[in-house]
C-alpha cells in the first residue's frame, strides 16, 4: 500500500487464538478496501501473537503489530496502535468478534457525508457456539442527556471515529479505575469536547457473546462503572438535579452483581433476544 489508507482498524489482542483468524479474515472480507489493520498484542500467554504475526509476514505494507510485554489493559493497546495510525478514521474491531463485509463501507460513507458527527456506531448481533441469539438496539443522534437513562450509547467496537477528534481528545484514558469501561469515558470526553455522534440502525457487527460474557462483569467492573458516570456527569456539566440517575445506575449494578449467575445471564437474553 503506497498511500494513506483512509482507515486504520485498531485492535488490542489478548489471548484469543481460537478465534483471532476469523476476526482478522472479516476486515479482510470488507467491500471498502482503503484501511490498514494494526494490532497489539497485550501480553498474551498463549499463540495469538504468533497468529497476528503470519498476517503482519504476509501483508507488511498493510497490517502492523505491536506487543506490550505484559497486560496493560485495552486503553493502553489502542493508544499505542493510535500512535502510528495514519488514517483519516479509526476504526474499532475487538480480536474474537466479526465485521459484516459492508461495515466500513456505511460507516465511512455516513461519515464522509455528515461532516456534524466525530463518531457513527452501529446496531450489532450476539452469537455463540449455537449461533445468533441477540441484538442491540441503538439511539441515532445520542444527545448528553441520552447519558442520564443509557451509557454507553455507542457499543465501543462498533465504533468508527474521526482521527484528529479522538487524538483532540487524548485517546483513552488510561486509569485502572477505568477497566473495561474506557469506551464510556471517551463518549464522555468526546461530548465535553463540543463533539457528538450518530449510530447506523444497521446490523454492522457481530459480537461473540457466550456464557462465560457474565463472569467477566465483576466487581471491580461494575464498581468502575458506577464511577465513570459520575466523572462523566461533572465533564459535560450535567445539571445536578439529573444526577438521581446515578442512583438508579448505581442500584441497577449492584443488583446485577448480586443475582445469580445463571438468572443475569437468562434476563440478559431476554433483553437482547432477536425479534
Known sequence: MTSSPRISVIMGIYNCESVLEEAVDSIFSQTFNSWELIMCDDGSSDRTYEIAERYQTEFPDRVFLLRNEKNMGLGYALNKCLEIARGEYIARMDGDDLSVPERFEK????????????????????????GAWGKTSVIS???????????????????????????????????????????????????????????????????????????????????????????????????????????????????????????????????????
Open 107 to 130: 460507516e465511512i460513507a455516513f461519515l464522509d457525508t455528515h461532516p456534524q458527527f466525530a463518531l457513527v456506531g452501529s446496531e450489532m448481533e450476539m452469537f455463540d457456539e449455537s
Open 141 to 275: 443522534e445520542p444527545q448528553i442527556n441520552d447519558f442520564c437513562k443509557h451509557a454507553p450509547f455507542f457499543t465501543h467496537a462498533t465504533v468508527m471515529m474521526r482521527a484528529d477528534v479522538l487524538r483532540e481528545v487524548g485517546g483513552y484514558t488510561v486509569d485502572s479505575r477505568l477497566i473495561r469501561v474506557e469506551d464510556c469515558h471517551l463518549w464522555f470526553k468526546i461530548y465535553a469536547a463540543g463533539h457528538k455522534g450518530a449510530n447506523i440502525s444497521q446490523t454492522l457487527y457481530r459480537m461473540r457473546n457466550d456464557r462465560n460474557a457474565a463472569a467477566r462483569r465483576t466487581w471491580r467492573a461494575r464498581k468502575n462503572g458506577m464511577r465513570v458516570m459520575r466523572i462523566g456527569f461533572r465533564m459535560i456539566g450535567m445539571p445536578w438535579y439529573k444526577y438521581v440517575y446515578l442512583i438508579r445506575g448505581d442500584c441497577l449494578e449492584l443488583f446485577k452483581l448480586v443475582i445469580p449467575t445463571k438468572l443475569y445471564e437468562r434476563l440478559y437474553r431476554m433483553k437482547h433476544r432477536l425479534k
